[in-house]
């Protein structure tokens, strides 16, 4: 499974929401009704699959499913992987 | 904005009842269970008890948390919130409650848990163990605080008025169902939603019981551990689960037509101001808990005949207990009935008090006295009518419901029946 479906996967998971809806433009508060503390462990689900780290200041910018994939993507390009 | 607080005490009557239990997860199956004298005890299969002394639970069975809401909700709550959550989402449908038509700015939930959510709380210093303090998630908080089932319900059903938990151990809800009461007479709400939950079958919870010498080890025989008034008691045998009453104005009972179990007439608390956890011989805590519901009901000693005993099957407080009933109402004693339905639930702890004023309200519904069963040696010091082993018809007018904690806290119901 490519890093993509899995991002997708845990946003299935941890927001109980239709796979359909995870599209890249979708906000995670407003389209996928997460709130403030899912938005957290959203960003912890992704620190723990990848093994990295997410600043704060950073996270607080991944507000849609897009954004995090493209984030994640550089990050991981960063680690070598 | 809703009137101000009346200083003319109200009639406050219970027009709903909801529980999850080791013996029923809806309030007719707890009943055929209290009714057929048939426990819910068993081998612990929450998870391997073999290192610890006792190896006994009475769990609940075949509860689907999915019944109550969606997985995602579901799954940010502790197992003490979902039993709470369901338990009072059934009370609200048996109260036959049409939020729209009543003033939710008057509508309050006291539902109180002794001690919370232990499961996360395990599960979450496993988590800083392997992982560390950053992998802690942002949901222990709020899964954790044995307060949140009274905010979930406010926040399902939209209701605006007096809104928190009590704690006080195993009379949690003695307390919770009192102060409820004492909300609606004095004027403070119409309607409030009253009671406890638990779930303190895990690792923790076990091991900490078990280290008191709290807890029945007769491991080979779990449907006769819990035996209270016995002679061979050797202590309680864990509950879990929720009980939920809807308590209400009488008058606004009437207008809308709801069903009446029968009237939280009065409550009683006090503290042993005594020991942590054991009880005073003499059971003067208890004496004048149960003095105090009786008068504040304006009732005599004599109108008693039902006591739902705390009855926990541990030495110590069945001895106390009776001595209490007996001090307090001298030859009256005698013609008392008490039981201790803990002796087939188990002991439900913050929920004991809620799930065994439901059971005294659909005594008062059904005409029978639950028993109290694995009642076989009798002890001196217990010589009261236990109701021992089979249900028994008889009428109730006005119960009593016992509710003593760790700490020293006591709490006692008066319940009347409503004709």
Redesign the interface.
């Known amino acids: 499974m490519n890093y993509e479906e899995r991002v997708r996967e845990i946003i299935v998971d941890q927001l109980g929401v239709d796979a359909a809806k995870v599209t890249p433009e979708a906000a995670f508060i407003e389209d996928l009704g997460a709130d403030s503390l899912d938005t957290v462990e959203l960003i912890m689900a992704f620190e723990e699959e990848f093994n990295i780290e997410i600043p704060d200041e950073e996270a607080e910018k991944l507000t849609t499913v897009g954004k995090s994939i493209e984030y994640l993507k550089q990050k991981l390009a960063q680690k070598g992987q | 904005m809703a009137a101000l607080p009346s200083i003319t005490p109200r009639r406050v009557v219970v027009t709903g009842l909801g529980v999850i239990t080791p013996i029923g997860n809806t309030k007719e199956a707890f009943w055929s269970s209290l009714v057929a004298g048939r426990g819910g005890m068993g081998k612990i299969t929450r998870f391997d008890s073999s290192d610890y002394a006792s190896h006994i639970a009475a769990e609940v069975k075949d509860f689907n948390p999915e019944d109550y809401g969606?997985?995602?909700e579901m799954?940010r709550m502790d197992l003490f919130c979902q039993f709470g959550y369901a338990a009072a989402q059934q009370a609200i449908e048996d109260a036959g409650i049409q939020f729209d038509a009543i003033d939710s700015d008057r509508v309050g939930v006291i539902i109180g848990s002794g001690i919370g959510g232990m499961y996360i709380f395990e599960d979450q210093v496993r988590v800083i163990d392997q992982?560390g303090p950053?992998?802690i998630?942002?949901?222990f908080i709020?899964m954790m605080i044995s307060d949140i089932i009274a905010g979930h319900i406010s926040i399902r059903y939209n209701l605006r008025g007096p809104n928190y938990a009590t704690t006080s151990a195993c009379a949690t809800s003695g307390h919770s169902v009192g102060c409820a009461m004492r909300e609606i007479r004095y004027g403070f709400a119409d309607m409030m939603i009253a009671g406890g939950s638990e779930a303190p079958v895990c690792q923790t919870g076990l091991g900490g019981f078990c280290s008191m010498k709290a807890v029945s080890t007769r491991n080979d025989e779990p449907e006769r551990a819990c035996r209270p008034f016995d002679a061979e008691r050797d202590g309680f045998v864990m509950g879990e689960g929720a009980g939920i009453l809807v308590l209400e104005e009488y008058e606004h009972a009437r207008r809308r037509g709801a069903h009446i179990y029968g009237e939280i007439a009065g409550v009683g608390f006090t503290a042993d101001a005594f020991h942590i956890t054991a009880p005073p011989d003499d059971g003067h805590g208890a004496v004048r808990a149960m003095r105090l519901a009786v008068q504040d009901a304006g009732l005599s000693l004599t109108d008693i005949d039902y006591i739902n005993a705390h009855g926990t099957s541990t030495p110590l407080n069945d001895a106390a207990e009776t001595k209490a009933i007996r001090t307090l109402f001298g030859e009256h004693a005698d013609k008392l009935l008490v039981s201790s339905t803990k002796s087939m639930h188990g002991h439900l702890l913050g929920a004991a008090g809620a799930v065994e004023a439901a059971a005294v309200l659909l005594s008062f519904d059904r005409d029978i006295v639950p028993p109290t069963i694995n009642y076989e040696r009798p002890d001196p010091e217990c010589d009261l009518d236990y109701v021992p082993n089979e249900a028994r018809n008889a009428k109730i007018y006005h119960a009593l419901s016992n509710t003593f904690g760790f700490g020293g806290h006591n709490a006692c119901l008066a319940i009347k029946r409503v004709e």
């Open positions: 969606d997985k995602r799954r992982k950053r992998r998630t942002p949901f709020p």
